[in-house]
């Protein structure tokens, strides 16, 4: 039995395909629009001693307010590049942004450059295969992208003290992530854990930010480290500066928006009990290679 669909049909079809699908990437045609508007802003931007650092506040400063939405990442089935610019949580936002200051730099302002360096700075070894290969715990992220020699960790160069990192949440936790039902995943997951514990890590003590905040660049990566047990980082975003105090700038879960906080870093941790630091790490531009 044969079928013969009319042109209009298929139209109709097509724009009721809720995503844009590309080499097992995911993006809805707003996030695919956002995305291409972008990347044709981004193709103006005068690079005449711009630091990559400038182009990440630049960049991010464009995602203000920006609807905050978790879980963008975890949908059902095979691991797939998820692409969304219409809901960012703090680590979209900092991927998202981290990912377009990269090819900004180097001039490869296109969709599939897009996908490539996203994945490569989503994934260990840059390579997504299945959800155990993305970097769940930032602290692994920050690891790992240091290897791959797209950014430096400058914590304990900037006066850090040694950060007793050994995470288990997620492996003592399974029921709480849908795709840790395959206990090969939790395994592998554990195993990833177990690496971290086997590193040296250092963090800024929230009562000690206001005296290192001078050594602080706009632009540098800031992940605020937790005395939840388990849990390396609860919290990412960019270092801005104000008036010479430092603030930062991310999807915020308490205003739900991308946004950069009315209080200075020191003070915003200040205020949380759980948050007992920084991590302080600072993207590798082109003028550095």
């Known amino acids: ?12 079809v097509l724009l009721q395909v809720p995503f844009w699908v590309q080499a097992q990437s995911v993006c ?3 996030s695919k629009a956002r995305l291409e508007a972008t990347l044709v802003r981004l193709s103006n931007v005068d690079l005449t001693n711009r630091s990559i650092n400038d182009l990440v506040v630049e960049i991010g400063s464009w995602f203000f307010e920006t609807p905050y939405v978790a879980k963008t990442l975890e949908l059902p089935g095979d691991e797939e590049l998820v692409i969304d610019l219409m809901g960012l949580d703090c680590t979209t936002f900092l991927e998202t942004t981290v990912a377009l200051s990269r090819i900004t730099e180097r001039g490869l302002l296109s969709m599939s450059a897009y996908e490539a360096e996203l994945e490569r ?10 959800y155990p290969s993305r970097l769940h715990y930032f602290s692994d992220w920050i690891f790992q ?3 791959k020699g797209i950014l430096v960790d400058v914590t304990k160069e900037i006066g850090g003290r040694r950060y007793a990192n050994a995470p288990f949440f997620m492996s ?3 029921t709480l992530y849908t795709q840790l039902s395959n206990p090969a995943y939790v395994s592998l997951i554990r195993e990833a854990e177990a690496a971290i514990s086997t590193r040296e890590y250092y963090y800024i003590p929230k009562e000690e930010i206001s005296t290192v905040e001078a050594k602080i660049k706009s ?4 992940a605020i480290t937790t005395a939840i047990a388990g849990l390396d980082v609860v919290h990412v975003g960019f270092a801005v500066n104000l008036a010479g105090r430092i603030h930062l700038l991310h999807a915020s879960t308490s205003s739900m928006r991308v946004e950069v906080s009315d209080k200075p870093l020191h003070d915003y941790l200040w205020g949380n ?6 991590m302080v790490c600072r993207l590798i531009g082109q003028d550095s290679q």
Do not use: A, W
Request: proline content about 7%; cysteine-free; overall charge positive.
């Open 273 to 278: 009990k759980s948050q007992t630091g920084i």
């Open 145 to 147: 992208n240091g290897e």
């Open 1 to 12: 039995m044969s079928f013969t669909f009319s042109k209009p049909f298929l139209m109709l």
């Open 172 to 174: 003592s936790n399974p």
């Open 28 to 30: 809805s045609p707003d």
């Open 121 to 130: 700075i989503r994934y260990q070894n840059g390579i997504r295969n299945g």
């Open 219 to 222: 632009g540098d990566l800031i």
